[in-house]
């Protein structure tokens, strides 16, 4: 084989390479409300996949105080965008939990907003679990709660059963107002959540 051909081969196959691109749409929780962005979690666990020599980039699209009723603009607009999306993780929902709002409004929200990032060519959808503060009521909690693992089997998601596993109402990885991680916990949502989107790369 000729020295051009070989390069050439190499050529085409560095111009199909391409770091992953990882959107986050989430709300204060992916942000990093509290702590600077380089701590939050989409950055961290971005540092701990690339430390494992994985090519890939985190969007963090966190807006505080964000409801699942902005998802679907929200999506429209990253869609619009020039970067190629390959994986999105969908975090969203707490603020709906928080104020008590409808289960199915907020469920008709993700279920647009997935229905879009499918649309646009997005092959991987994680969508994370949230869950509601048992001060609402039993009733409305486990209907809030069962919302994710109901839709990610609708519509054929890949789960990730709880965004705050290893943090939530743990003093030590929180913030003092008990809702928003600290730079601990956001510390420990990454190298969960980076463990499991290695497992889909």
């Avoid at 985190?58 to 964000?66: E, L, V």
């Avoid at 649309?119 to 503060?133: D, F, H, N, R, T």
């Avoid at 069962?146 to 519509?155: G, H, V």
């Amino acid at each position: 084989m000729s020295k051009n051909l070989i390069m050439a081969l190499s050529l085409a196959l560095a111009s199909q390479a391409h770091a992953i691109t990882i959107l986050c749409l989430g709300d204060s929780l992916t942000e990093g409300f509290g702590v600077s962005k380089e701590a939050a979690w989409p950055t961290v666990a971005e540092k701990i996949l690339r430390g494992k020599k994985h090519d890939v980039t985190f969007i963090n699209a966190g807006i505080s105080g964000s409801t699942t009723a902005s998802a679907p603009s929200r999506m429209a607009w990253h869609l619009k965008s020039s970067t190629r999306i390959d994986l999105l993780f969908l975090a969203l929902g707490a603020n709906d939990g928080l104020r008590g709002q409808d289960v199915k409004a907020a469920q008709k929200s993700l279920e647009r907003t997935i229905e879009m990032a499918k649309s646009g060519g997005i092959k991987k959808i994680i969508l994370a679990g949230i869950k509601a503060p048992p001060s609402l009521g039993k009733a409305y909690t486990a209907d809030f709660d069962s919302m994710f693992p109901r839709l990610a089997k609708k519509m054929h998601l890949i789960f990730y059963p709880f965004l705050l596993d290893g943090v939530a109402a743990d003093p030590k990885y929180n913030l003092p107002d008990a809702v928003h991680p600290n730079v601990e916990g956001h510390k420990i949502m990454a190298e969960k959540i980076a463990q499991f989107i290695e497992a889909q790369l």
